[in-house]
């Protein structure tokens, strides 16, 4: 697939990417079952960092007010110790800051600062996440 996936990082069963190439994973990462990645316009993700099950990443849209529907793509960047809850959506041209939480089914329309928790459709800052973490991700799933 031509992506480059870090040291100890693992991608789980039945993850749809939408084409070769474009994603670059760092070390300790989980991208967890049936999530979809559309590496179409690029995707980075730091070191330690958790996509929950089903999360989805988009790269790319149509533009609206083009009368050819023309395609554009927008690179996503999750930064380190990023967790993504599941089923969340972020969208194209989202940077989500390093430790920033992203809670279980929300859909994240601009880029996160730092440390946020966001929640909801769209997303809101609902707090600050303390910045005193260094965790390191090693784990595997049963029957993956």
Not at 25 to 45: E, F, M, Q, S, Y
Not at 98 to 121: D, N, Q, R, W, Y
Request: aromatic residues 8%; hydrophobic residues 40%.
């Amino acid at each position: 697939m031509k992506f480059s996936i870090g040291t100890n990082s693992s991608i789980f069963m039945d993850c749809i990417f939408d084409c070769k190439g474009g994603l670059i994973i760092g070390n300790h990462t989980v991208i967890n079952a049936k999530c979809r990645l559309d590496t179409r316009g690029g995707i980075t993700i730091g070191n330690n960092v958790s996509l929950s099950q089903e999360v989805l990443v988009l790269t790319a849209d149509h533009d609206p007010d083009s009368s050819d529907f023309a395609g554009r793509n927008s690179p996503v960047v999750i930064e380190d110790y990023v967790w993504i809850g599941t089923r969340a959506t972020i969208l194209p041209g989202c940077v989500i800051g390093k430790g920033a939480v992203i809670a279980a089914g929300a859909l994240v329309t601009k880029s996160v600062e730092p440390f946020a928790i966001m929640a909801g459709v769209p997303a809101k800052l609902i707090k600050t996440r303390n910045p005193d973490i260094d965790y390191c991700f090693s784990y595997r799933r049963l029957f993956q």
